[in-house]
């Protein structure tokens, strides 16, 4: 028996970052080691994206609980990886889907898919001796520090409907030294903008991820704000700190158009490329993830056409971490970059796959959290593993979401001059 051979699969339901049930799964190793991990839960999902397990059972957590995914862990899913080896991430994550036997997930559900296979890094790392991010890298050489992109300011379904229609205003500092600095410049402006919204008579609650949550008039006026935020904590805004947007465009398009609720309009996809345009030309923004519709095709054709040689522009619902919509999106031209989020798809080998055909192909691949998360960085690791620069993981409060830049702040002092901070150059335009 190999010492990385699954002695034991344990799971049970905790609750995520906005009081939802979620599946957390404990694995113990025959040499003794144990790892857990935990699947997030998204709130802005994609239709394309591989299933999560929800009970059906209407009276417990109004049928939101994952005892139905407990179950399966600790009984088929603990059956069926018998003799299975942690420390072959590829075989093990392919007796996985072997188990589930759909093309969505939809049986066994890509959350307790996840939790087991980000439990199987985690122990074969730990069984090994080495930093999960170390076990996880491959080729040597290809790890780095992310850039933080860090949302401070909430809309959209993040902040209930009731700010901005864009659902995240990120603020991306790659003009920082190293990732320590970085966040940093990022606490600091997130603090600065506390203070502006409070000056101005805005509420300073804040949405899901921990950004601020404005009852603003415009989607652009929440630019201003960070823009003369980024300058009170002493940043030059485009220099050192740059502008991203996720308006995750699928939440507000409705009956073939774009329905911007807080300006009281509606606009087609060409209309929506023209604003982008104007905002690019008016902010220091780099990044817009999601900015047309998760089926608009040739909308995104159209906004690559246009945007695609200075901004980065990211598929979230349109790709969902999914390859053979990845190689669609690079066939038509629509969009330059991927988000990545496993548990859009479910294992860690395909997760790894989809970073792998982005960055082949010269695209981007920004890894992501999830609007519901809990305490585990396996996300952090992941992306310095693939060197894939930048990491969205929300403000830099809230510990769920600060709990994945407190971990990159240890890689960061652990590795030492071996990781370079990947900065400006981690975006593809
Ligand atoms: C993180 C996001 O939100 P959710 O997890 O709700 O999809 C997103 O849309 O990028
Ligand atoms: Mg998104």
Known sequence: MSSTEIAALHGREILDSRGNPTI????????????????PSGASTGIHEAWELRDGEPTRYRGKGVLNAVSLVNNEIAAGLAGADAAVQEELDRRLIALDGTETKSRLGANTILAVSIAAARAAAAAKGLPLWRSLEAPAGRASMPVPMMNILNGGVHAHWQGADFQEYMIVPYGAPTFREALRYGSETYHALRSILAAKGHHTGVGDEGGFAPAVGSNREPLDLIVEAIEAAGYRPGAEIGLALDPASSGFFEDGAYRLKTEGRSLSAGEMVDYYADLAAAYPIIVIEDGLAEDDWDGWQMLTARLGDHLELVGDDLFVTNVARIQEGIRQGAANAVLIKPNQIGTVTETVAAVDLAQGNGWGAMVSHRSGETVDTFIADLCVALGTGHLKTGAPARGERVEKYNQLL?????AGSSLTFAGRNAFVR
Do not use: D, K, Q
Request: hydrophobic share 50%.
């Open 24 to 39: 957390e799964v404990e694995m113990r190793l025959a040499c003794g080691v144990c790892a857990r991990a935990a699947a």
């Open 410 to 414: 240890r890689i960061e002092e652990e």
